[in-house]
């Protein structure tokens, strides 16, 4: 079987192991907003490996096994949570966060990170998820939570033990990056991963391409290692020399391992 989303393409190999394949596309808004770019998929997998190795040493389990060519990696096969995952350590100017809390200030640097779960969901501009009693409440995430920005209520896509597993882990993940980034002169300012659940166990453990479209960053002078330059229209050229330069700087992460420091 294959499934082909925005920016990867997914094959199982084995009843449980599956090829990621990531693609020469970066997209913003949804998808709404699309362009070929070309060197993406190599630099997204390179990144992704070393991100997945280093967190693997670090002693979270992810569903990464090897990278078997420059642009695709073999995985664990599992059943995804429609979710991503967002973890902010700040508030950078323009964040979806202060349109949803209005009382946060861009800038505000968090002690306790937040986690936010949202729905996947294209046509609904991925809603952020509020966990109920009986269900979870969906409501717009470009506005404070309140009856006037509620959509839908939909089931429970995990347990609240293992939501509360899932926020851990998240936080987990984002301070061994943290810690690595700043020993590389970076300064990580949120993180976006997704989970599923791990063939035959049923275990949740974090499933995810991680490059620049999963987080932002700030180098030394101030500038930015992410996607928002594509979002506010860089050249090509720009767009393709910050993706190359993380997937250089990521091939020091997995060495990095021994000095995190880990809860």
Same mark, same amino acid.
């Given at each position: ?29 949804? *998808? ?6 070309? *060197? ?46 967002? #973890? ?7 964040? +979806?966060?202060?349109? /949803? ?13 937040? #986690?936010?779960?949202?729905? &996947? ?13 009986? @269900?979870?409440? !969906? ?27 899932? /926020?851990?882990?998240? /936080? ?5 990056? @943290? ?9 990580? @300012? ?13 275990? !949740? !453990? ?17 500038? @930015?290692? +992410? ?10 050229? !720009? #767009? /393709?020399?910050?993706?190359?330069? =993380? =997937? ?12 995190? &420091?880990?809860?």
């Amino acid at each position: 079987m294959e499934v082909e989303g925005k920016t990867k393409k997914i094959k199982n190999i084995k009843i449980d192991v599956v090829s990621v394949t990531n693609k020469s596309v970066i997209t913003a808004g949804n *998808g709404k907003v699309k362009m070929s770019l070309k *060197g993406k998929d190599i630099w997204a997998t390179t990144t992704t490996a070393n991100i997945l190795l280093l967190l693997e040493k670090c002693g979270i389990e992810t569903h990464f096994l090897k990278q078997d060519s420059p642009n695709s990696f073999l995985a664990i096969s599992c059943d995804m949570l429609k979710m991503e995952v967002v #973890v902010r350590r700040t508030v950078p100017e323009g964040s +979806s966060y202060t349109k /949803r809390h209005p009382d946060v200030l861009p800038g505000t640097v968090f002690e306790n990170l937040p #986690v936010e779960f949202f729905w &996947k969901d294209d046509e609904l501009d991925d809603p952020i998820i509020v966990q109920g009693q009986y @269900e979870w409440h !969906i409501y717009d995430a470009g506005k404070p939570i309140s009856e006037e920005s509620f959509l839908k209520d939909i089931p429970f896509l995990c347990s609240p033990r293992e939501a509360d597993q899932i /926020r851990e882990t998240a /936080r987990s993940v984002f301070s061994v990056l @943290e810690q690595a980034f700043d020993l590389l002169d970076l300064t990580l @300012e949120d993180l976006k991963i997704e989970f599923g659940r791990s063939f035959g166990e049923g275990k !949740i !453990i974090l499933a995810d391409v991680i490059d620049l479209d999963s987080l932002r960053a700030l180098d030394k002078d101030g500038g @930015e290692l +992410s996607k928002q330059g594509f979002r506010n229209g860089d050249p090509e050229e !720009i #767009v /393709r020399a910050t993706y190359k330069a =993380a =997937a250089e700087l990521s091939e020091q992460l997995p060495g990095l391992a021994d000095q995190i &420091k880990l809860d």
